[in-house]
Nanobody, 122 residues
Framework: QVQLVESGGGLVLAGGSLRLSCAAS????????MGWFRQGPGKESEFVAA????????YYANSVKGRFTISRDNAKNTVYLQMNSLKPEDTAVYYC???????????????WGQGTQVTVSS
């Protein structure tokens, strides 16, 4: 049974930082692309970042490029999202997901975590 468990969310002031983690279990972590998505209040789901299985290809949404960094530790079966210079518009529930393709569309991902809330106050 595949499980993805996010952690690290919380309340932060604008300009602050948070580091999200997503711990995976149930299948061979190193074989899969990992992605982060988010859904803000009243908004549709939005791609944030993705990293291929060995970390050689990384994608970012334009809205987070230069502020967020995705990384992974295959020995720990964990993917991270370092978020710096946070803005109120980054407020959302953040989800990690895994899949076979390094793409930005949620339909390409197989399994999803339950999400972690990030709230950025101004």
């Amino acid at each position: 049974q595949v499980q993805l468990v996010e952690s690290g969310g919380g309340l932060v002031l604008a300009g602050g930082s948070l580091r999200l983690s997503c711990a995976a279990s149930g299948r061979t972590f190193s074989r899969y692309t990992m992605g982060w998505f988010r859904q803000g209040p009243g908004k549709e789901s939005e791609f944030v970042a993705a990293i291929t299985r060995n970390g050689d290809i990384i994608y970012y949404a334009n809205s987070v490029k230069g502020r967020f960094t995705i990384s992974r530790d295959n020995a720990k079966n964990t993917v991270y999202l370092q978020m710096n210079s946070l803005k109120p518009e980054d407020t959302a529930v953040y989800y990690c997901a895994d899949g076979n393709l390094a793409v930005t569309t949620p339909e390409a991902y197989d399994y999803w975590g339950q999400g972690t809330q990030v709230t950025v106050s101004s």
